[in-house]
T-cell receptor, first 113, second 115 residues
Framework: NAGVTQTPKFQVLKTGQSMTLQCAQD?????MSWYRQDPGMGLRLIHY???????DQGEVPNGYNVSRSTTEDFPLRLLSAAPSQTSVYFC????????????FGSGTRLTVV | AQSVSQHNHHVILSEAASLELGCNYS??????LFWYVQYPGQHLQLLLK??????LVKGIKGFEAEFIKSKFSFNLRKPSVQWSDTAEYFC?????????????FGKGTKLSVIP
């Protein structure tokens, strides 16, 4: 089925470890973004991309890196995990104009101990 | 900074009661407006959206929302809620008039429907 696929669904990291959250979409959407969801905070934008090779920072980019080498994939990297990065992470995609709204992945629940 | 405000953090209703969740945004230019729903343990799903035209928008599952430009509001309504509507609801805005296509979310409103 067409949509946004995120892996893994759950992950536990130790402080200082690195990892990559994967996000792939098969709808040929140009716009992809990463959000983190924390209780009482809603969803906050981490990084986004308006096309292959183009990325930019969102509201809370510190501690995260992204790249966009293909239209389909938009991985999120944590270089040195911290307990403050414990959260649920959602990837979303849309056509650049956001015309039909965004399609969200099922999320990755990350715990940093 | 552009922002979205949802004034109710947690709403508790009995089944068959009417629902109205408030949403206000801060930008006076061109906006695209959305309501998303997140059922427990699931990802966000689009309930409805507004881009232009009729300010009363109908979405899925009997939900509707009204865009009132003069009040910078986009409130979500449902005449009669069901237990299955228990979820968290997020209002979101794209401030397209500012040349951005980023989706800005409110902090969410938890709805608990009591059978």
């Amino acid at each position: 089925n067409a949509g946004v696929t995120q892996t893994p669904k759950f992950q536990v990291l130790k402080t200082g470890q690195s990892m990559t959250l994967q996000c792939a979409q098969d709808m040929n959407h140009e716009y992809m973004s990463w959000y983190r969801q924390d209780p009482g905070m809603g969803l906050r934008l981490i990084h986004y991309s308006v096309g292959a090779g183009i990325t930019d920072q969102g509201e809370v980019p510190n501690g995260y890196n992204v790249s966009r080498s293909t239209t389909e994939d938009f991985p999120l990297r944590l270089l040195s995990a911290a307990p403050s990065q414990t959260s649920v992470y959602f990837c979303a995609s849309s056509y650049v104009q956001g015309g039909n709204g965004y399609t969200f992945g099922s999320g990755t629940r990350l715990t940093v101990v | 900074a552009q922002s979205v405000s949802q004034h109710n953090h947690h709403v508790i209703l009995s089944e068959a009661a009417s629902l109205e969740l408030g949403c206000n945004y801060s930008y006076g230019g061109t906006v695209n407006l959305f309501w998303y729903v997140q059922y427990p343990g699931q990802h966000l799903q689009l309930l409805l959206k507004y881009f232009s035209g009729d300010p009363l928008v109908k979405g899925i599952k009997g939900f509707e929302a009204e865009f009132i430009k003069s009040k910078f509001s986009f409130n979500l309504r449902k005449p009669s809620v069901q237990w299955s509507d228990t979820a968290e609801y997020f209002c979101a805005v794209i401030y397209s008039g500012a040349g951005s296509y980023q989706l800005t979310f409110g902090k969410g409103t938890k709805l608990s429907v009591i059978p």
